[in-house]
């Protein structure tokens, strides 16, 4: 990350490798080379990592969840004490998901319509309404660099009708969202959603529609819903090279090590999952040289750092017996130490990507990753 000197908003490429492209996002906390992944941090924190971490292993910008962040420990709280980037001490550029996601997943307690999405809060059952304004005026409050729009997420197998009128509504949605915050209110950038289901004739209506409206940014949502991966990268493949060439493009909520590369390979420049950290949590951890499960027998005893090519803290300074005895005894610290190391190897790939794309030789890139992680992925 850089400087920020230029007015947020700017997106300029620098080099492209057949789709692949290396580009500058500039925001008002700094400047992102992209392509990037972004850390998830739901509630305000990345689990088990704390923002010195986070700037240790070269993290450019996190995530927040406005329908988290909204329902704890409130919007308004968070602008009483000067925005989100104040209150969790962070300096570097956040993205707000709208909450869109979490409608999708939380069918059983929400109802949806044109006006919006009424739902019941998973902590205490109380009865809230979302908006496309209230979603960005919750944003607003947060303080967030990047505010998403309010979409609505289609499951994988919903039928044609149903992703057609859906793809509607986000497109009206979106226009209210924007209208709520106009170009040029502020410094925060807004984000279109591409959606159209498993349909490429809807998705590229949904595409043609949110183009027109003066985004900052566009966004491929509802993938990664349940669908065997050839359909997701079929998707992929179809929509992503079609999206604003001028604008940043984000992938939401996809990322494997290859479905990363599968994206920057079509274009995307932004990714963001809970993989990494969640994993990293049950004892899963990615390697240069392929997945390693830390609770087996076989690294009781084993000496060696976790990944003799990684540079993070874990690896310098810990050995695969060390992290296999404290995940076994469950200490916190393992959750802490295996995050730090996860998140590192994305951002790293990302690093890896960017100069790959300078140098003009990505293919050799993914081929190498694709060796390694093929066949358990």
């Known amino acids: 990350m850089t400087e920020n000197t230029k007015k947020p908003g700017t997106f300029k490429i620098h080099a492209t490798d057949g789709n692949a492209r290396l580009g500058t996002l500039t925001t008002a906390h700094g400047d992102i080379e992209t392509p990037v992944y972004m850390p998830v941090g739901t509630q305000g924190t990345v689990k088990g990592v704390s923002p010195r971490d986070l700037k240790e292993i070269k993290s450019q910008i996190i995530l927040g969840n406005t329908y988290h962040l909204y329902l704890r420990p409130g919007d308004e709280l968070i602008a009483r ?7 969790a001490n962070w300096d570097r550029p956040i993205l707000t998901d709208s909450g869109g996601f979490q409608v999708f997943s939380l069918e059983s307690i929400r109802k949806i319509s044109e006006q919006g999405v009424e739902f019941r809060s998973y902590l205490d059952g109380s009865k809230h ?5 209230k979603v960005i005026s919750i944003q607003n409050n947060i303080g967030s660099d990047i505010m998403m729009v309010l979409d609505e997420c289609v499951g994988y197998g919903n039928d044609r009708e149903y992703t057609d009128r859906s793809l509607e509504m986000t497109t009206r949605w979106a226009k209210r969202c924007r209208d709520a915050y106009p170009v040029g209110s502020g410094d925060q950038l807004m984000f279109g959603i591409v959606q159209g289901g498993f349909h490429k004739d809807l998705r590229e209506k949904s595409l043609e529609q949110l183009a027109e409206i003066p985004f900052e940014g566009y966004a491929i949502g509802g993938l990664s819903v349940g669908e065997p991966i050839p359909d997701m990268y079929d998707i992929l493949r179809h929509i992503a090279p079609k999206l604003p060439q001028d604008k940043p493009r984000y992938l939401m909520g996809v990322g494997t090590p290859l479905d990363i590369l599968e994206g920057i390979a079509n274009g995307v420049d932004m990714f963001d999952c809970v993989l990494p950290t969640r994993n990293a949590r049950n004892g899963t951890l990615y390697t240069s040289q392929g997945k390693v499960n830390i609770k087996r027998a076989q690294y009781r005893e084993d000496d060696t750092p976790l990944d003799p090519n990684c540079d993070c803290y874990t690896c310098r300074t810990f050995s695969k017996a060390y992290l296999r005895h404290i995940y076994t005894s469950k200490e ?24 790959a794309i300078k140098n003009g030789t990505f293919a050799n890139l993914r081929k190498k990753y694709e060796a390694v992680y093929a066949p358990v992925e």
Do not use: V
């Open 81 to 87: 004490r000067g925005g989100l980037h104040k209150f």
């Open 129 to 133: 309404f979302f908006s496309p304004e």
């Open 332 to 355: 916190l610290l393992s959750a802490q130490l295996n995050s730090i190391h996860n998140l590192r190897f994305f951002l790293n790939l990302t690093e890896q990507a960017r100069e």
